[in-house]
């Protein structure tokens, strides 16, 4: 006789998570959800958007790439949630939208009820920082395709912004002026790097190297930044003074600023305006890593910025640094050739 669950399946371990996971989804709730958990579809009552002049939907899907085996390799798997979040509502802030709802996707080799709970309060409490609705998700259990102990996870929100606000690569001018908001680690992104060099310098994820206060792996671990809500914030004070976002990601400061930069005009960003994060030196130093490569790759301590109207700059930085973000002026907007547009970094780096 062969069972589902001698084949690897186990439903009853599923329904155990789905159970543990509750407390968690039950926190990362809006007023306009309808339902709870369990049904086949998330519902999100939709009548708010009637008070918008010309309503908007914006989608967006992402992950976290294989900073998914760092948090296999150290047992933690509390945080990876938040960066889940991150990565894909601060895509939708980029063009001014408020993300309603998300929903997610979990995918496991074996299904361990309290490593998915644990998976799950991260994408919770990454929601509830972002003020969006979990309002579904799926568990998959795929033996034979994935280890025991292998996952991955994926999710996708919805966010809606008023046409009127809409924000895009065409508010930027010449003369505007670059705000930068910190990162709090290398968010979720170069982990393929990171990973080639741990392996190739045989570094110890449980070790505490140079004169870090934590394990290398908890550095690693660190959860992607939110920036949600004070992108939204700075948005709704600034107005037409804030010219758009760009959300720091795979590809690095310059690659991903040059997205919201139109034909004529190149972003500048002054690196010494800021000093690179300590790990990322220790890393690349152990990897003998270029900076023209780990700049393409890691986000270099800025995983946000905010094209503004230079009349606006102590405006937004002193109501950011209300919000406890420290930004800092890290560049402008200049005139290129008529056909050209982008993004570079010039001069040396602070020293910390």
């Not at 966010?159 to 690569?169: A, H, I, R, T, Y």
């Not at 690659?255 to 002054?270: E, K």
């Amino acid at each position: 006789m062969s069972t589902y669950k001698d084949s690897g399946v186990d439903i009853d371990a599923g329904d155990r998570a789905v159970e543990l996971m509750k407390a968690s989804i039950a926190r990362a709730s809006r007023p306009e959800v309808m339902g709870g958990i369990g049904g086949f579809a998330g519902l999100f009552d939709a009548s708010a958007l009637k008070k918008f002049t010309k309503p908007l939907l914006a989608t967006s899907t992402d992950g976290v790439g294989t900073k998914t085996e760092i948090a296999r390799a150290m047992g933690m798997y509390n945080t990876i949630g938040e960066d889940l979040v991150a990565m894909v509502v601060d895509d939708l802030v980029v063009c001014g939208a408020e993300p309603l709802f998300m929903t997610d996707y979990i995918a496991v080799g074996k299904v361990i009820p309290e490593r998915i709970a644990e998976i799950v309060s991260g994408i919770a409490r990454g929601c509830e920082k972002a003020n969006t609705a979990l309002i579904g998700g799926e568990t998959a259990e795929h033996p034979g395709l994935l280890g025991p102990d292998e996952f991955d996870i994926a999710g996708a929100a919805t966010g809606v912004v008023d046409e009127p606000n809409l924000l895009s690569k065409e508010n930027v001018q010449a003369g505007d002026l670059i705000i930068a908001m910190p990162s709090s680690g290398f968010h979720a992104n170069g982990y393929s790097l990171i990973r080639h060099i741990l392996k190739t310098k045989k570094l110890d994820l449980s070790k505490t190297y140079s004169d870090f206060d934590m394990s290398l792996g908890e550095i690693l671990l660190t959860p992607t930044e939110i920036y949600t809500r004070d992108c939204l914030a700075l948005a709704q004070l600034l107005g037409t003074s804030l010219r758009t976002f760009s959300h720091i990601t795979g590809g690095g400061l310059a690659d991903n600023t040059a997205r919201v930069i139109p034909t004529g005009l190149s972003a500048i960003y002054d690196r010494s305006t800021w000093s690179l994060p300590a790990a990322l030196e220790f890393l690349a130093a152990e990897g003998s890593t270029p900076q023209s490569d780990f700049e393409r790759t890691w986000n270099c301590g800025v995983g946000m910025v905010a094209v503004i109207s230079a009349e606006s700059a102590d405006l937004s930085l002193s109501a950011l640094a209300a919000r406890g973000m420290k930004a800092w002026v890290a560049g402008s907007i200049q005139a290129a050739g008529a056909s050209t547009a982008g993004a570079a970094l010039e001069g040396d780096y602070k020293a910390r």
